[in-house]
């Protein structure tokens, strides 16, 4: 956990503290009136966490191991209730874009590469990040050339796991990009390595421009949905860079199309990833016939 996050966390837990001792030490009661004050369902979420972190503390000072569980587990019951029924019955104030990424489809996609208005650089921008469910933050040193017959994107992963940098390469063959560019009108591949804060500005102009709902993490969402029509869990979660299986659940939900994309040749990574995928999300990963590009 980072610095910043455990300040952040801690000057909540502090806060919470303050409007426990004032209800009297009732903690059902502290947790209600301390989580009604968010107006955001991401500030509910740093709440819920710092009370969280609010409670790991109130038990170290409990000696006994068996009651200090039993304690930690019915305040975590409490405060998961009373989260879950605010979020129930509570309005929350949401920010476009923030808390979820609109699902592109494939029709706005063709809006997009067919608009005028945006810049060829940006169009590119965007084929790059479908093709390789980049994260906004590893465009930067994503690299893509050319082995044999065919183009290869290779993502490094900012993560680091002892001390080893994730690396994934997406294999497509030449000749089924080359179709895609051309029904998409890219002429090239080179693009312009933008740090995060320059490609969130760029499609803020773009959903500006088309009227069409569209963020960094659109793009991760379609790549996983078209992924996890042709490939197995175990190779999704290689494309996205994901640890876990688990993760990737919270990708490409809903995408009932025929899929768009070539099917990848190969998927490499130096890591290979964990656990099982929650069977409430097995229903996602229906192989379907690829359409012609």
């Not at 996050?5 to 806060?15: D, N």
């Not at 000072?61 to 200090?68: L, N, R, T």
């Not at 879950?84 to 592109?104: L, V």
């Not at 080179?190 to 569209?214: D, L």
Request: proline share 3%.
């Amino acid at each position: 956990m980072k610095e910043s996050t455990k300040k952040k966390y801690f000057y909540v837990a502090e806060r919470f503290n303050l409007v426990f001792e004032e209800e009297n030490f009732d903690f059902k009661v502290a947790v209600k009136k301390f989580l009604q004050d968010a107006q955001t369902r991401n500030t509910l979420r740093v709440y819920k966490a710092g009370i969280r972190y609010w409670v790991v503390g109130y038990c170290l000072f409990i000696k006994d191991k068996e009651k200090k569980k039993k304690i930690r587990k019915r305040l975590e019951e409490i405060l998961e209730n009373v989260t879950n029924e605010i979020k129930k019955n509570k309005k929350f104030k949401g920010r476009k874009g923030y808390r979820y990424s609109k699902r592109i489809t494939q029709d706005k996609l063709k809006k997009i590469f067919k608009n005028e208005e945006i810049n060829d650089r940006h169009k590119i921008l965007i084929f790059i990040m479908l093709l390789s469910g980049c994260r906004p933050s590893e465009v930067k040193n994503l690299k893509i050339f050319k082995d044999n017959d065919k183009i290869v994107f290779e993502k490094i992963i900012n993560k680091k796991t002892k001390k080893l940098v994730k690396k994934t390469r997406i294999y497509y063959n030449f000749e089924d990009i080359i179709k895609l560019m051309k029904k998409f009108k890219i002429n090239k591949l080179k693009f312009e390595r933008y740090n995060e804060n320059t490609i969130r500005k760029i499609f803020s102009r773009i959903q500006e421009r088309t009227k069409i709902q569209i963020r960094p993490y659109s793009c991760r969402n379609f790549f996983s949905a078209e992924m996890k029509k042709m490939l197995e869990p175990t190779e999704v979660a290689k494309a996205l860079g994901h640890e876990k299986l688990q993760n990737q659940s919270y990708y490409g939900r809903s995408s009932k199309a025929d899929t768009i994309f070539p099917k990848p040749v190969q998927i490499q990574a130096n890591f290979e990833p964990k656990g099982e995928i929650n069977p409430d999300f097995s229903q996602f990963f229906s192989p379907q016939p690829l359409l012609e590009v």
